[in-house]
């Protein structure tokens, strides 16, 4: 891990996230925002909720993405992460590089981060994502062998193409003489794949920048048959599941926004069908929205309890791994503040 990812690394812990936070309430916009490049796939994985979506696919036009760093630049934003990807494959996007160099630009953001699936990974967009400086890559592989590969990301034979797309991004970086993007290969731990940790890092580790074992596995807002048939009886699901007990408010709606292909918006990236869309960018800021009495009333539901009023928030548990507490409860008349101009 090389020393800008130490640091990182120390601000991503649970207790400063959440410190930066309460610090900083109300913010007059996000921490983090996810943009997604593109809502289609070329993969087809068995704990993602996209074959249930029912929202429009497409891919975000380049004119949409610089309305959205043209704001956060000229008010002088600089976000904790944006994300260059949600319910999609972000490689899929043919202007993908130019978004990415757009952002650095501008300087809107301490880090900026794509997660792929590796698929569309071939040497020319290898090259075209480290001549943009990406500072994070994140690759979901989460198999060492074919058959895995095959139940959790639904073809085997694009197996021996991601490798390959891997070996080629390194090698290429490599050749470059290029720092960036720090290459964080990730695995999913599930029933399917636990036996095959030790055999995925010994393959990987010496190759990429950091190999990152993940123990996350969730049924997103819980709104997916498909995802929720695949993982109820998943070890892995049952242990994250056994943590929901007294439920608190997410902190998600305090510091997070995802932005569809075509620019609508809301507080939650596991809002993966747009159930809480709460505005439009392509017809109002991102200040409006994020200072809204939508979002204050989705807000207010989450202190009060009223979960089973907010679709998006009724059935899911990624509450869990984001949330302080009753620190939001107590502090009621910050949480519900919001920014004027």
Not at 64 to 89: A, D, Q, T
Not at 187 to 192: M, N, W
Not at 241 to 259: G, S, T, V
Not at 312 to 325: A, D, H
């Amino acid at each position: 891990m090389d020393a800008k990812h130490k640091i990182e690394y120390e601000k991503n812990k649970s207790e400063n996230r959440k410190k930066r936070l309460q610090d900083s309430l109300p913010t007059p916009y996000p921490f983090a925002i996810a943009v997604e490049f593109s809502s289609d796939c070329n993969s087809n994985c068995f704990m993602c909720p996209r074959k249930d979506l029912t929202r429009p696919t497409g891919k975000m036009k380049l004119s949409l993405f610089k309305k959205i760093i043209n704001e956060l630049s000229e008010n002088k934003v600089l976000l904790r992460k944006i994300f260059l990807y949600w319910m999609g494959e972000p490689l899929l996007n043919e202007n993908f590089d130019k978004m990415i160099n757009y952002t650095r630009e501008k300087n809107v953001a301490e880090m900026i981060v794509m997660a792929t699936n590796a698929i569309a990974l071939d040497e020319e967009k290898a090259k075209r994502l480290i001549d943009s400086q990406l500072d994070e890559l994140y690759i979901s592989l989460d198999a060492a062998r074919p058959e895995t590969y095959a139940r959790i990301r639904g073809n085997a034979a694009t197996l021996p193409l991601v490798e390959k797309n891997i070996l080629g991004s390194v090698k290429l970086k490599k050749q470059l003489g290029a720092s960036l993007p720090y290459i964080r290969l990730k695995f999913l731990k599930t029933d399917l794949n636990k036996d095959e940790i030790g055999e995925f890092k010994k393959k990987w580790e010496k190759v990429v920048d950091e190999i990152y074992v993940e123990e996350d596995l969730n049924a997103w807002n819980g709104l997916s048959e498909a995802v929720n048939k695949n993982i109820a009886k998943d070890a892995q699901y049952k242990v994250n599941l056994a943590k929901a007990q007294k439920r608190w408010p997410c902190d998600r709606l305090w510091y997070l926004m995802a932005i569809s292909h075509d620019g609508l918006v809301t507080p939650c990236t596991v809002d993966w069908n747009g159930l809480g869309f709460i505005g439009d960018v392509k017809k109002k800021t991102i200040f409006e929205i994020w200072n809204s009495d939508k979002l204050v009333e989705m807000r207010r539901k989450q202190l009060d309890g009223e979960y089973n009023d907010l679709s998006m928030c009724k059935n899911c548990q990624r509450w869990v791994l984001r949330n302080m507490g009753d620190w939001l409860i107590r502090h009621r008349k910050l949480a519900l503040s919001i920014n004027k101009k």
